[in-house]
């Protein structure tokens, strides 16, 4: 299985500044096509998942602009360019190439 | 709006079988635009995917839980369900379904634009 792994796992962050969290998967998630089979969701507190991110950069619908997805291959990346009180909780990466996988969670929250 | 409902009973003995159902509102589970997950999160950890059903009833499931697993339709109701038997303990999660967006190449490729509609979620516990 392709294993995904986020850096930091907890991210406290100060409301206005930018944060950003890494997901590095085991093997590239560039597909033949050219996109890379990656996802973003965040799951707020006592919420179910909600969809941030797919096909690594772009952005789903309803979602602020202060969030974007960026990398290709193994690395990618997910900034916030201004963290609100309301982007606190769990920050999830998911492949969706092979037998799909999340990533272990980061954990936004305010200083 | 597209809502998702789970359903089942809470609580399950071990070796028998977690029967839950998603009740979709709002959206057809026929769409050809769309698949259709379980996804599911043990106490304090993070997300799993069971597997997921396409409308023309194609589905996939997670290797480690293929052989226990079926996803199915009902589209005279509008539902979609898991069947996980031969549960333990460590089945014990709290269950989601889910809506996904997907479109095929000419080339049979299969791109997939996220999970974009989520129910809340239904606990089930694995205890005799």
């Known amino acids: 299985d392709i294993v995904l792994t986020q850096s930091p796992l907890s991210l406290p962050v100060t409301p206005g500044e930018p944060a950003s969290i890494s997901c590095r998967s085991s093997q590239s998630l560039l597909h033949s096509s050219g996109h890379n089979f990656l996802e973003w969701y965040v799951q707020k507190p006592g919420q179910s998942p909600q969809l941030l991110i797919y096909l690594a950069s772009n952005r789903a619908s309803g979602v602020p602009d202060r969030f974007s997805g960026s990398g290709s291959g193994t690395d990618f990346t997910l900034k916030i360019s201004g963290v609100a009180a309301e982007d606190v909780g769990l920050y999830y990466c998911m492949q969706t190439l092979q037998t799909w996988t999340f990533g272990q969670g980061t954990k936004v929250e305010i200083k | 709006q597209v809502q998702l409902q789970e359903s089942g009973p809470g609580l399950v003995k071990p070796s028998q079988t977690l029967s839950l159902t998603c009740t979709v509102s709002g959206a057809s589970i026929s769409s050809p635009d769309h698949y259709w997950n379980w996804i599911r999160q043990h106490p304090g950890k993070g997300l799993e995917c069971i597997g997921y059903?396409?409308?023309?009833?194609?589905?996939y499931y997670s290797p480690s839980l293929k052989s226990r697993v079926m996803i199915s339709l009902d589209t005279s109701n509008n539902k979609f369900s898991l069947k996980l038997n031969s549960v333990t303990a460590a089945d014990t999660a709290f269950y989601y379904c889910a809506r996904g967006s997907y479109s095929r190449s000419w080339t049979g490729d299969y791109y997939y634009y996220g999970m974009d509609v989520w129910g809340q979620g239904t606990t089930a516990t694995v205890s005799s």
């Open positions: 059903i396409y409308a023309n009833g194609t589905t």
